[in-house]
């Protein structure tokens, strides 16, 4: 075959095809590919956790200045008032959660409640929870609110509580 040259006889790969096309057949390219795949996955797995930890570290710093919030608030009389959450993609009107709180955004689409938790009030919709109401689970706090979304929605948190608190 013109412009196909074959190294070392017949049997040969042609130039040009590497290790990853034999990896399938054993011997060393299997074994290489099978550590580098290995090595990859531990790589990978390590990369998550430590991730995780900084998430979980950051959750926690935030549940500290939600707590210290939810106190300074109290102290000051600052009075708790029902949350209502918005259903997802709109569709006007508020749904009733049952909970109670302070919201840290002039829209209303998160709160601290009064256990301290911190909430995205968004819900899924219909007449059915306009009627009886929707539960919404706390979520995880952030120090920055709205982190990765639109430029002017992250806000750091304690500055959304100081501006809640009257301080800022």
Request: aromatic share 6%; no cysteine; net charge positive.
């Given at each position: 075959?013109?412009?196909?040259?074959?190294?070392?006889?017949?049997?040969?790969?042609?130039?040009?095809?590497?290790?990853?096309?034999?990896?399938?057949?054993?011997?060393?390219?299997?074994?290489?590919?099978?550590?580098?795949?290995?090595?990859?996955?531990?790589?990978?797995?390590?990369?998550?956790?430590?991730?995780?930890?900084?998430?979980?570290?950051?959750?926690?710093?935030?549940?500290?200045?939600?707590?210290?919030?939810?106190r300074e608030a109290?102290?000051?009389?600052?009075?708790?008032?029902?949350?209502?959450?918005?259903?997802?993609?709109?569709?006007?009107?508020?749904?009733?959660?049952?909970?109670?709180?302070?919201?840290?955004?002039?829209?209303?689409?998160?709160?601290?409640?009064?256990?301290?938790?911190?909430?995205?009030?968004?819900?899924?919709?219909?007449?059915?929870a306009r009627l009886?109401?929707?539960?919404?689970?706390?979520?995880?706090?952030?120090?920055?609110?709205g982190e990765g979304?639109?430029?002017?929605?992250?806000?750091?948190?304690?500055?959304?509580?100081?501006?809640?608190?009257?301080?800022?």
């Amino acid at each position: 075959a013109m412009g196909r040259r074959e190294r070392g006889g017949a049997g040969r790969r042609p130039w040009g095809i590497g290790a990853h096309a034999v990896a399938g057949e054993g011997g060393y390219a299997a074994a290489m590919s099978e550590g580098w795949a290995e090595q990859r996955r531990r790589a990978i797995e390590a990369h998550a956790a430590a991730r995780q930890a900084v998430r979980d570290g950051e959750a926690a710093r935030a549940r500290e200045l939600l707590a210290g919030f939810v106190r300074e608030a109290r102290e000051r009389g600052l009075e708790a008032e029902a949350l209502t959450a918005v259903a997802y993609g709109g569709g006007g009107g508020r749904l009733r959660t049952g909970l109670r709180g302070w919201y840290l955004r002039v829209d209303r689409s998160v709160a601290v409640g009064t256990d301290g938790e911190f909430y995205a009030l968004s819900a899924p919709g219909g007449l059915l929870a306009r009627l009886t109401g929707v539960t919404v689970a706390p979520s995880e706090p952030r120090l920055i609110v709205g982190e990765g979304g639109r430029d002017g929605d992250s806000v750091p948190l304690a500055e959304l509580l100081r501006r809640r608190l009257g301080d800022a």
